[in-house]
């Protein structure tokens, strides 16, 4: 399993290897999804109250730092 920052993990056999947000079944695919439908940060953790805010800001951060090295790679 790889952890990024005790709250990203991966595990192969879990939603398919995708990133996920502290083991839950909750991806990081997830969170960017509800947030480009126009969702805020507290509706959100009001549908999903097991997530806080920094999961979702930690997230956010995973995200941006996975495309940075696609961008670099390119």
């Known amino acids: 399993m790889t952890i990024y920052k005790n709250i990203i993990t991966i595990e192969p056999g879990k939603r398919s290897g995708k990133p996920c947000i502290r083991n839950m079944r909750i991806t990081v695919e997830d969170i960017l999804r509800y947030l480009a439908s126009g969702m805020n940060i507290e509706e959100i953790l009001n549908d999903f ?26």
């Open 49 to 74: 109250p097991e997530l806080t805010r920094q999961d979702i800001l930690v997230a956010l951060e995973f995200s941006a730092n996975r495309q940075q090295r696609i961008a670099v790679a390119a």
